[in-house]
């Protein structure tokens, strides 16, 4: 059996691991807030994207018959996390609760996975992960919030090596825009951790009717829900 692209599959599998290694050191607290446990749930998610994506690197071309299949599997895993990051985001600015929003953000995530199904690329993926990204991004330059700094630099950074991937920029021959766009994934990984680690601490930004951010002491129960 061969190994097609080596330098993707190593740097997959590394990736794979740092995100299941965060994922572990977050989820190790005997307090976790519901935009903390949808944060874990996003990064585990992401290192089985890895995971799956490494191998469907390294070996999808041996077996061509679930070759089409196996592909498919990897970007209903990045559509799942994309719809996990949103429901953080929910849970953070206090929108969790509310039926339409858990709707919506269910609503895209079929949306995409039927869109996958019909046009199996990687940018129609990513587009779903992108959009939670996006929103992301709105609600760091609204809220003031402790997690904004390292939220800001995960996505400069996954905007970065998006970029990268889709220009199909390339270090070398043997390290393609693929494995470039691993790195730099990983390095903005590290940052989403630490933005993790501060999701729902004592006191939390929340978004008013006008877009400002305001404080508001936090609730136990909302770590219970």
């Not at 740092?18 to 572990?24: F, K, N, T, Y």
């Not at 990897?74 to 039926?99: D, K, N, Q, T």
């Amino acid at each position: 059996m061969t190994l097609h692209e080596p330098a993707t599959f190593v740097t997959d599998l590394l990736l794979a691991a740092l995100g299941l290694c965060l994922a572990l050191k977050l989820s190790k607290s005997d307090l976790i807030s519901p935009a903390r446990r949808w944060w874990i749930r996003a990064m585990s998610l992401m290192a089985a994207s890895a995971l799956a994506g490494g191998f469907y690197h390294g070996f999808a071309p041996e077996f061509p018959i679930l070759e089409p299949w196996w592909w498919r599997v990897v970007l209903w895993i990045i559509c799942g996390l994309g719809f996990a990051i949103g429901m953080s985001m929910l849970h953070e600015l206090g929108l969790g609760s509310l039926r339409f929003w858990r709707m919506a953000l269910a609503a895209k995530l079929a949306a995409f996975a039927i869109a996958v199904f019909f046009k199996p690329e990687f940018v129609v993926a990513m587009a779903d992960y992108g959009s939670a990204m996006i929103a992301w991004l709105i609600a760091a330059i609204c809220v003031r919030a402790s997690w904004r700094a390292p939220m800001l630099a995960g996505l400069g950074l996954s905007i970065l090596a998006g970029v990268i991937q889709q220009t199909q920029w390339k270090l070398h021959a043997r390290f393609n825009h693929n494995d470039l766009f691993h790195v730099i994934q990983a390095m903005a990984l590290i940052a989403f951790y630490h933005a993790g680690r501060r999701l729902g601490p004592e006191k939390s930004g929340r978004l008013t009717r006008g877009g400002l951010a305001v404080l508001r002491a936090d609730d136990a129960d909302r770590y219970h829900t």
